[in-house]
């Protein structure tokens, strides 16, 4: 007998901070309808299917906390929905996507479970947890299922859709920093930190990448031209126009030479190593067939190296190799590669692979350098004669601890002279451990953009942190890219507190950006109308780069649909706990259940920064606990027994005392204002703002380090346009 | 006639300040020494414009080189470059002249000198010459390498505020300032415009993202699935909408100005015609702008029409395009301040769809649009607008330029007026370009040009940045190399990094990357190229400022340490030392006006070129009461002399005093040519401002041993006599240290000494005649590199010179450089001294310390 599908009921994307973990996820409802009264232990079979088809299981720790966890709750009975949370995780990591988080739990309908995986791609997110639903049923049902089909169909939406590795790289090691990322394009654009603070990046090119030195390394000749000005070692070219032209250049330049044609193709007509006035001229009429022009150039001798400057250092560098074979006399040319070189367990055809197989169908220059030895694919070298496939091949030997200090100094210097701050110099030395001068080692190329992945996966020798070098280079140690940010979820006037708190920052000097229910504001300018509470409007605020402090409101519905839009905040505020009313569509209908949303605006406090807790809602107060950093509680009742006990540890509390707005740190108290001082009551009268607004507004001013005189200011003139300012200046003045 | 040599003189030179050709002329028949009025009405014939030819001293007659310098300054300026200058001066070889012309473009000039000996050739001859296609070429080739506009108005501006600049391609990329202070431009683009920044702006979606993000008006839209989801996507948008394929060109399948369902399902069925991804996004009524945003100010702003033509009732709308094209205005290409409309198939299919073909008569007043963009570059036109564009308009393009991150950004705006807020009028910004260009501002066909260029400069460089790094120039007849040393070490401790060339090679800070003779403009050039240098010190010789000018405009500081009685006299048509001094003077003149000379007060012809000093000059001498030092201090200004034992630098009532004793390079004031190296050093590092501690320290710390001044009075010791080694080869320096060799004690004198072969006989006699006068023993060699001379004719002068010499007992002779300094050691005892004077100096000093440090050995001699 089989069993029914499980049913998806509805699945979606949570982009940001949200109830189940800090980084997106996306969450499905499924429904296992009767498999609810069979767990795993009692379908025949199902463990040693599911194991013998995802060994790799073996490494979900689960809630036991072991390796083998996961595999212990299969054998002792555990439900498809955690299951399926399982197989998800598991055939992203198979596709090469690194993730460990993800939940199951039941909801109040029978059967029906929210399963929620972490991801780093909502689509991948997705197909990842519809497939585990296939698999799962075909483990249950024990019917086929081609799982190396899927993996591969994953592998290809991985390389498509997610960061590539250099660019995820850097913002891995951003990342583990504290600096957040937001991804501007489908493709590898991301912005590392928020608003003004932002630095941006695109693969291994940042925003002081310089255009036009891109295209300076882009031109060989102008690039070469340069470095040479400067003492830079290069192969010293020249352009002849005839073969005893060639010979003469040649001597000039001094021997070995290269003689090739400059525009020639795959390396077609170029002749190495030449010396005698024979082979030059001889290589001259090879090469005019195949370009316009011959180029007579130093031949340097070595090896390939590619070294990758990051702001003026040497970071990495790799070494390519000559691939060479060996004649027995019996085999070909194409059979001497196959066994051996491309037996190399390192060598295959995907980017997973340190090192390329070679294939002579496919490997232009590999038939040239073959030819150049008398050899084609079919030839039978001569026992013990050693013949070279290709020079210089994949760079992804790690050679970084051996570069000579003379050898890096010159590289940056070549970086500098182009004016790129990223860029992967290729060296052609035949010992990087010595400076070039001495071995006639010169650079032959400077490139923009380089790719990391050589010295990420190098075939020999050590990984370079190569992301942490660039994540270095784009922050320096004190900073982490991040703005203010201040976020504030209640349901009394929380859209007013927000304005309060913009404009007070505001008036410290802070271009600020207001994100809330009634729209988004840059700098007291309304820029749209819409409710801005949305994730993707409320972003926008992180995105703009005139933007030094942030303010979003929030509400529980919108952590519940879409997660919070900023990763981390400093300041966290909660007025008062909402009602579970309106919630029911993500199944939360308790008071505990919307403790646990709200808590995330708490949970997300940096440890620098403070959550502003009203003392007077005693679910509120609960959440002092969550916080990283410090908390400030606030309350009319200035003997409100939580103030009172915040204050004897010394802490920071705001109230009213005698009818002032009162700051107090431990005992030490400093009366802001009165609340008769005429544009003070007038301003509370006209706003209708409630006292507990207006101290919620003035202890985030004094977490923000907004000076307490500007406080009492900035309220004396909230609402008033830049025109009434001005007049009441001059009537003071008068 | 004859032109045997043309040399391009790419910087400063002797004759002119600007970029020239030098052409040796050989005249060779009466004709050609004196013009006839046949040959210059023949000449005229053939090229009417060439000019007067004047002699310029109004005594000699005209000649076939006057003729070429006139032809040649002449075509220049026919067609088009900007050049004044031309001279040709008789040599003192009879019938050679050296003819100078100026140019603009170096290629233009080459080819203009060599149409002008062709045309004089033929005028010579009666023969034919074709004027108009030689101007054609030369005007041709002027616009192909000059600058184009964007990037002259850049480059003028940067000429205005003093910027020194370079061009790095025969494109538009272009290199202002020198060292450390260096930046680059490529048309309206600078360096810091980064690559990412450049793909933002090209991708128009993701523009709109981030402009969107930061509350800038944008036409918002999305692609679209369906007819259906057009339809609600034009009302989620708003109305009216655009429907159009996803880049798509040329306006294929576009539709604007949408306001129904109807208008907008049927838009979105044609626009499937002609690609599958159709965007619907919001229609901006108005015209289009450009604004120019450059860093954080809006410098340019102008409206663009499509090319357009006006009917008349008359013509047919091809005759009136062919009308607007006949403006001088409108040119083919970028290099004109208007570009001719195109009348291709894009142009007749807009008529069309106005009803029109090529050969309709459009009515008396009507606008007939040829095409649907704006660009310039297809015959549209600019007004300017700069003064009208409302505050909250150009705040809104500023932030667009910041979004995408462009610090030289063109702006497309799309409004009914800019002169109000974008957001009263559904205006909005559809898109920011990078590498904007210029023209349209610069020169724009209504409305007043905009200095954009200027602007641009200002975005690079600060008020008051001249984007120059010091540059010491120095010259003279000796004690050139130990100068430069010395003050690039001065510099040095200061803690500049410091690029220095000398006779030795090349240095940025401690390395050095390149050896040999590096003296000359080339090697100057990639001093003032390096990324690192803060400062050059640069050692200028004859022969590069002969045959390439100077690698700079100007420098801060130049430095003559003395003229004396010259070297390489005859070479090079310098055959005297007036001849040489004007030459050496060039570093003067070229001094800038806050710059400073340093001028050796006790050699006349030194003292002579301070009247060429653009800047202050500062006079040092030894002795503190030379008239020019005593008259220079009275007067206020800079003097460095020596006063008990003490070098003093003094300008009024501000001295500072250095003891001798303080200064190891001098031995203690010893040697008196090594206190006037000295002396010049610290003149140079004090008017770059260097701390009087710096220079202090700096002259304590410097040696002048074999590793840091090769072949300069490298002192050593061996068998417990003192040997010195240096590369003095002309007769002021051999007098130099003849009196410096003899302020040290010693038994008895030797010398080893050879003549360069390149020099006069009367100076290589000069030589051994001073030498007779201080040595006791001299052994005269020869080298296998005898420079020209016959085998043993060297040695003749030399010992020609030792003739009657007063001191002199024995003389000896010896091939090879090496055997001479054996046979020196091998003779000296305990307290004897021998002065070698080396040739080829890195071998012969390491042949010497290869003896000084195993004196134990013995010489085979």
Redesign the interface.
Known sequence: MAFQDIQILRMCYLRGPNIWTYRPVVEAWVDIGELENHPSNTIAGFYDRLHTLLPGLVEHRCGIGERGGFLKRLQEGTWPGHIMEHVAIELQNLAGMQVGFGKARETSGRGVYKVVIRTRQKEIGIAALQKARAIVMATINNTAYDLASTVAQFKAMVDRMCLGPSTACIVDAATDRGIPFIR??EGN?VQLGYGAKQR???TA????????????SS?KD?TKQ?LS???VPIPQGKIVHSANDAWQAAQDIGLPVVVKPIDGNHGRGVALDLNSQTDIEAAYHVAINEGSEVMVERYIRGDEHRLLVVGNRVVAAAKGETATITGDGVSTVEQLIETQINSDPRRGEEEDFPLDTIRLSEHQHAVLELQRQGLQAHCIPEKDRVVIVQRNGNMSHDVTDQVHPEVA?VVA?AA??I?LDIAGIDLVAQDISKPLQEQGGAIVEVN??PGLLMHLKPASGNVRPVGKAIADHLFDPKQNGRIPVIGVIGTQQSSLLCHLIAWLMHLNGHRTGLACQDG?Y?NQ?Q??TQDARRFDIA???L????IDAAVFETSALDILDDGLPYDRCHIGVVTDMPTPQGLDIHDVHTPEGVRNVVRSQVDLVLPQGAAILHAQDLQVVELADLCDGEVIFYSVDANHPVLKKHQLSGKRTVYFRDNHVTLARGDQETLLFHLNMEPIAQLLQKENIQLPTLLAAVASAWALDIAPLLIRAGLKNFGKTPDDVAQQVARMNA | MEVTRIRALRGPNLWTRHTAFEAMVRCQTPEQLKLTSAFESRLRHLFPGVGPMRTGDGKSHTTMAHAIESSTLHLQIEAGCTVTFSRTTATQEQGLFQVVVEYSVEQVGKLAMQLAIQLCEAAANSGHFDIDSALQNLRQLDEEIRLGPSTASIVDAAINRGIPFRR??EGS?VQFGWGRKQR???AA????????????AQ?KE?TK??L????VPVPMGRPVEDAEDAWRAAQDIGLPVVVKPRDGNQGKGVAVNLKTKEDVIGAFNNALQFRNDIMVERYLPGSDYRLLVVGDKLVAASRREPPLVVGDGKLTIRQLVDKVNADPRRGDGHATSLTKIRFDEVAINRLKEQGYTAESVAAKGTRVILRNNANLSTGGTATDVTDDVHPDVAANAI?AA??V?LDICGVDVVCESILRPLEEQSGGIVEVN?APGLRMHLSPSFGKGRNVGEAVIQAMFPDGDDARVPVIAVTGTNGKTTTVRLTAHLLRTSGMRVGMTNTDG?Y?QE?Q??SGDCSGPLSA??VL????VDAAVLETARGGMLREGLAFDRCSVAVVTNIGKGDHLGLNYISTVEDLAVLKRVIVQNVSKNGMGVLNAADPIVVAMAAHCPGQVTFFALDSHHPVIATHRAQGKRVVFVEEDQVVAMQGKMQVRIPLSAIPVTLGGAIGFQIENAMAAIAAAWAVGISWDSICAGLATFISDAQAVPGRFNVFEYKGATVIADYGHNPDAIKALVQAVENMPAQRRSVVISGAGDRRDEDIREQSRIIGEAFDDVVLYQDDCQRGREDGEVLALLRDGLKGAKRTKKIEEIRGEFSAIDMALSKLGKGDLCLILIDQVEQALGHINKRVSNPGEELVV
Request: charged share 25%; proline share 1%.
């Open positions: 501007l394009t654009l941006r990046i695109w090119e940042t925003d002081r990448t310089s255009a036009i030195s891109e295209t300076i031109d102008l340069l000005q400067c003492g100094h210097l500098r002279i004016g923009a953009g988004l840059m300018r820029t749209s972003e926008r605020l995105i703009n780069r005139a | 790095l391609t990329m680059r431009i490529q683009e600078i360096d810091s415009s980064s690559a990412i920044a450049e793909s933002i991708d993701l993202k981030l969107n993000a930061a509350g932030m910041q979004m991150g990078a090349v940025i390395r990357i390149d050039r990639s190229m390096h990324p690192d």
